[in-house]
């Protein structure tokens, strides 16, 4: 009787460690089509008892490339999992392990604050799952707001430096912080394309109109000039040409001949803070990908 | 007891003849802006007895006119009330009174069956309330649904002539009907300036694309390139500036990246249709001013 | 050479023959969750040469159960695949292969034409691939219009019967098509329990409400009552609780205090036909599956 | 030419003090419908050398009763205006001058952050024209939040106490600041009918549900349940039929069979604070009127 107390023990004792050891984390495969990708990569989870939890995959005909994000349960051998899958996967083929540690983000801002307190609010309760490592602004406006959340704020002014050093002075103090993404949360200021490269992929901007409409300065200005009926607010990654990159997501408000640029602006605050929320949130969990000049999101 | 008898009847036949009589007009209102407007015109109205059933009125402060619909029920006399109005209303005003008589419309198609059908549907099942005096297409492919409908299809093909003679066979027989407005529903042709002309401010178009973005030619498939997360369309009238005229109505739907050109263009469709409708209705409703290059909607 | 051209007329010939014997088809699974399902059914399509154009799957934690479309091609062997697919799933799996064969609807109706107009202008001009077998009125009011379309029209008048005894005979002609859906496009009477079993979850209705709101009769005029600034409407598959079968698709207009329940009803028709149509799309495209009360739309 | 210079002097002195006189307000008239009402109204207006800068009416036939809004612009004599007015009115009229004096608002929370965040958030940065007054909570979670913002919270318990003793409570630390309004940002408790009674139509709702649907406890487990493909937010006014008080402003967003009842309480809240934040401006923007059970909005 004792041995069998100890035999539940040391099962249970094992079990714990199993528990322990189980963990989830998200393949990302982004590949040339071809035949029996699912198969094969499904195959090599199966293999490595590694319970797909949720599957999503997409072919995308205009370039050819297959897609796939896969929410995994098990115990990792990230080493040899991923070196089964190179082996069966195309050439050319990205595929990543995604450890469900939480994400870091910096967000530059300038003067405006709704985007920015969106963000803080949703992050100190819990609707939005990322590390804030600082705020970077080129104005001091915001600092308060940002310090009573308890995150840190930087001025980087730009008074008195060219865009290249001003960029490179923001490029240098992002980086202490190894942030995931950059998060344009209305940053005013057109970035240069070295600063766009050093953070490939990986800056997000909220531009306050549905692109293409309504490009570059003062979209509510544009859109009250030419008399639209709808606004908006597009979210989209950031590439060397101004409010072209990928689109992650849109939305837009109907207005009317009431609506002055001033209450359009008003108005569309929560547009924007709403869209670049919502895809903030996509990116963090792993679900965007990037082909070309769009998005796929599973 | 005869005579009381007799007086009711003679005051039954005087309230019958009352409400023979009795009317319900619209006056639409457009003038620069001044002080006690509304006092003035509403005034008039009493003095007149014209009961207000309805009044919506707008101060447009970006060009400084004022905008006023009234719905009037009463006994008219057009001549006399026209012109009390217009010694009290300010220099360029434009008054007019527009009784409910049924507005007629001639829609010019191409090939494309949904916006054209939907008007038919409406029309025929008491949801419009316009007469169709005909349809013009380039091609003749909708006759059979056009005729279906009993109304009367003409078919003018643009093969083998300039586009001013087109225009032009076009115009002289959507002269024929005097039509109040001329709807495209997706005639896919550009209009000389001379068409324009001879028919401003009463042609109204669908465009399918959330204007300003995607201009011109094939705008699902200038979506499907950009990669955007929303389509849409837009009704406005027609000016000489391609999809540049004051647009009364848009909306729009979300796409993902499942989307190909060929089903944002089916998706497309029942917003184009929606739109188109939504926006006739209000034209003939009365509702809509136009000044400079916007609408003003009552 | 002679000998070299035979050979490719023959090659030719064989791929002549491969390409007509290729064929679309739709695999659907819906089962108890398991381990490795994606894994064992992508292996045994790939086991049979059959090609994922597109794969959509679902686990329902709610219900345990597990849902799979997959679009395959290939020269099928339904007999083996399916046998093959058998033994590898779970107990009490469902697994279909549905060929591209057009399905076959039944439209019901009473008065109102917007919702028939739309689905017969849809079907007739390309943008719903089904074939309409038929449209059966208690009413005569619509049969000019199916006659347009060159569909059969049935008058199938409750005067005088029972509901049972007019269910009966609705049921009886509806069998005559075979069809694979009956579309209660505002077919405006209950229908009784042996109906709705007969033809168990292959009704589709529209309710002009978005549910659970306004369950019932007059739903525009309980709006009005209620005060409510939305309306809407709701496809859903027909069950024995009124207006509480699983839902396919729901969506909403804004309203205001200007509109009446008869402006809210003609606003709302354009909302219905929407509704009704986009989700009749997603069914015959074999998208839905429907899990106790609720629908999974992959 | 000195006494020209004084002259001058003496013109922009008289000037300046008709400047520091000129006010706006706005006057709200809800009264039984009569012929003539617009035309009194902005006669007395124009008596009194108001200025109209926008003016919105409307007559509701439910009700039999006329609503105006006007925003005047001049120099006010209340007493003297308001005794005209009511000498022209119907008798039952309601009509007042509102100053554009900021109004005052307290804020009643329990334990969940985003709608009040969002108050907090637009009120600091100049998108909420209202004065704050506290934010009162029966949990003390979200005091660190309040205060951040520099506005005094109070901790209002209601453990140990009967719901009765607790109202009182609230309601004699919330009379304290003489609100406008009581905004009820999330508040999860039932109100006892001396409360509602005591701030009659002048508390403010949010319920997370498209009412009349999901009344009551836990709407989005009731969503989730009833498998809906839309999910809302109600704001309204209290009365004393739990989430049935006059309904200001709705909206919703789509959701899938992907959502559980967490997620789409999650998705649920950005439409909750934008549909709370846009009810309260219209609110305190003096364009709401309550009819009835029902809401104008001008």
Tied chains: 1, 2, 3, 4.
Excluded at 188 to 200: G, I, Y
């Amino acid at each position: 009787m004792n041995l069998k107390i100890d035999t539940n023990e040391q099962q249970n004792s094992v079990l714990n460690n199993i528990n322990k050891l189980t963990q989830r984390k998200i393949l990302r495969t982004q590949c040339p089509d071809a035949k029996g990708l699912i198969s094969k990569i499904t195959n090599i989870c199966y293999k490595h008892q590694l319970n797909i939890i949720q599957n999503s995959e997409f072919v995308d005909h205009r370039s050819g490339h297959f897609f796939m994000r896969t929410e995994l349960e098990g115990i990792f051998n990230d080493e040899i999992f991923l070196a089964d899958l190179g082996s069966s996967l195309p050439e050319k083929s990205i595929y990543e392990l995604k450890s469900g540690i939480k994400q870091k983000i910096v967000i530059l801002v300038t003067k405006e604050a709704h985007c920015l307190g969106d963000l803080l609010m949703k992050q100190a309760y819990g609707d939005l799952d990322v590390e804030i490592c600082a705020v970077i602004g080129n104005h001091a406006l915001l600092q308060p707001l940002v310090e009573r959340f308890n995150i840190p704020f930087y001025l980087i002014s730009h008074e008195g430096l060219t865009r290249e050093a001003h960029d490179l002075a923001m490029r240098t103090k992002i980086s202490e912080f190894s942030p995931d993404y950059v998060v344009l949360a209305k940053y005013m200021r057109v970035l240069t394309p070295e600063f766009v490269a050093f953070f490939d992929k990986k800056i997000i901007n909220i531009h306050h109109s549905f692109l293409p409409a309504f490009i570059g300065a003062k979209p509510y200005h544009q859109a009250y000039e030419r008399g639209v009926k709808i606004i908006g607010a597009t979210a989209h990654f950031v590439n060397n040409n101004l409010d072209e990159g990928p689109i992650i997501m849109q939305d837009v408000i109907h207005v009317d001949h009431t609506y002055t640029a001033e209450t359009m602006m008003k108005a569309g605050r929560d547009v924007e803070k709403n869209v670049l929320s919502r895809a903030l949130e996509k990116v963090i969990a792993e679900r965007v990908f990037v082909q070309d000049n769009h998005t796929i999101i599973l």
